[in-house]
Nanobody, 124 residues
Framework: VQLVESGGASVQAGGSLRLSCQISGLKYNFYCLGWFRQVEGKEREGVAT???????SYGDSLYGRFTISHDNATNTLYLQIVPLKPDDSAVYHC???????????????????WGLGTQVTVSS
């Protein structure tokens, strides 16, 4: 499975971003997709997951500002963040796995494949 993220940017607090992840190589119709983020020197944080039935989970402190979605036609995974806060600054990675536990959001940290990430920087 290959994943390529895009959409990261430098933005001001209160703004919004939509991150994209192009996915290729999934072989089965039973899969989990997700996003995690990492700040240098800190542990990775599970942001959100979505399963092949469209059920989503979010990190405990992130519910309400993040929306994960998957376009099956183009096999593109999205993460909408609004409003952005300075604490959201991180490298965001998308991840995928098949026949894997998909919930809660922290499950994304165990997925087999992930992309190189896209940088999000939020200024106050």
């Amino acid at each position: 499975v290959q994943l390529v993220e895009s959409g990261g940017a430098s933005v001001q607090a209160g703004g919004s971003l939509r991150l994209s992840c192009q996915i290729s190589g999934l072989k089965y119709n039973f899969y989990c997709l997700g996003w995690f983020r990492q700040v240098e020197g800190k542990e990775r944080e599970g942001v959100a997951t979505i399963d092949s039935d469209g059920h989503a989970s979010y990190g405990d402190s992130l519910y309400g500002r993040f929306t994960i979605s998957h376009d099956n036609a183009t096999n593109t995974l999205y993460l909408q963040i609004v409003p952005l806060k300075p604490d959201d600054s991180a490298v965001y990675h998308c991840a995928a796995d098949e026949f894997q536990i998909c919930h809660p959001a922290e499950a994304v940290l165990e997925f087999d494949a992930w992309g190189l990430g896209t940088q999000v920087t939020v200024s106050s």
